[in-house]
């Protein structure tokens, strides 16, 4: 029997940044609107069963307007897990929040978002990252 590879192509239309940040998740959220006068607000943790080899529960924010969305998530676990890779993306580790960015946000020049971030005390470092360069990509498909 023949087997078949159904392969979608998606338009990853967001901007993503890496952050790193050893403060938890809702005092980041608070200084990110602070920063930038959004209001991200705590969504229901995304959970993934991967193949009954692990669970993968990620922390969620999120803020949208009429003309824009942003998304904060945990990279790493709350729950503790199994899997190996515990991570929602697992090629960028390093970055323990990533920030997903469309819309009017968007249209913002990169560098001028990365001086933003910069002004957050709790970040200590930030990088914006080409969704379609990642390989666990599909993962930040929502």
């Known amino acids: 029997m023949k087997n078949f590879k159904l392969e979608v192509d ?8 890496g952050l790193v940040s ?11 609107n602070k920063q930038f006068n959004i209001r991200l607000v705590k969504q229901q943790d995304l959970s993934f069963d991967i193949f009954s080899k692990g669970r993968l529960v990620i922390s969620n924010y999120l803020y949208t307007s009429e003309h824009s969305t942003c998304r904060l ?4 676990s709350i729950d503790l897990s199994t899997l190996k890779k515990p ?3 697992p090629d960028i580790k390093e970055y323990d929040f990533l920030i997903q960015i469309s819309g ?12 933003r971030f910069k002004l957050v005390p709790l ?5 914006k990252f080409d969704p379609d360069s990642l390989e666990f990509k599909e993962n930040l498909m929502f």
Request: net charge positive; glycine share 0%.
């Open 123 to 127: 970040i200590q470092y930030v990088k």
């Open 104 to 115: 009017a946000l968007n249209n913002f020049c990169t560098q001028e978002l990365l001086n």
């Open 87 to 89: 991570f929602l993306a």
């Open 10 to 17: 998606y338009a990853y239309d967001f901007d993503l940044f």
């Open 22 to 32: 050893s403060s938890k998740d809702h005092k980041l959220a608070w200084a990110l």
């Open 73 to 76: 998530y945990r990279n790493k």
